[in-house]
C-alpha cells in the first residue's frame, strides 16, 4: 500500500508555471507507474500524464503535451508535475495516482491539490 501526498498547488496567471508535487510512503515507490490526473469545475476527471517506474518513459495527455512535465525521484519517493504556460483551462484539482502496471488503472490515490489560474 501507499500514501499519496500532493503540495505546490495555488494560484497563478495565464503563461506563468507552477511544480507540483507529490510524496509516496513506503519502500515500494519505484515498484509503481505513477500518475497524475485533474478534475476540473464541472467535469469529469482525466488524465494528465504518466511515468514509468523508473522514470525513462512517460506519457502525456494532448493538452498538456510541450508545456507539462512529469519527473520522478525514486530516492525521494516523490512524483513531480511541472507546468508551464498554464492556461485558464488548466484549472482543476490535480491529483496523484499509483498503479502497479503500465495500462492498469491507479488504485491508489492523494487527496488533490488545487490550480487556479486566473488574471
Known amino acids: 500500500q501507499v500514501q499519496l501526498v500532493e503540495s505546490g498547488g495555488g494560484l497563478v496567471q495565464p503563461g506563468g508555471s507552477l511544480r507540483l508535487s507529490c510524496a509516496a510512503s513506503?519502500?515500494?515507490?519505484?515498484?509503481?507507474?505513477m500518475s497524475w490526473y485533474r478534475q476540473g469545475p464541472g467535469k469529469e476527471r482525466e488524465f494528465v500524464a504518466k511515468?514509468?517506474?523508473?522514470?525513462?518513459?512517460?506519457r502525456h495527455a494532448d493538452s498538456v503535451k510541450g508545456r507539462f512535465a512529469i519527473s520522478r525521484d525514486n530516492l525521494q519517493s516523490a512524483v513531480y508535475l511541472q507546468m508551464n504556460r498554464l492556461m485558464f483551462e488548466d484549472t482543476a484539482v490535480y491529483y496523484c495516482?499509483?498503479?502497479?502496471?503500465?495500462?492498469?488503472?491507479?488504485?491508489?490515490w492523494g487527496k488533490g491539490t488545487q490550480v487556479t489560474v486566473s488574471s
Open positions: 495516482a499509483a498503479s502497479r502496471a503500465w495500462n492498469r488503472q491507479p488504485e491508489y
Open positions: 513506503g519502500s515500494t515507490f519505484k515498484t509503481f507507474v
Open positions: 511515468i514509468e517506474n523508473f522514470g525513462v518513459g512517460t
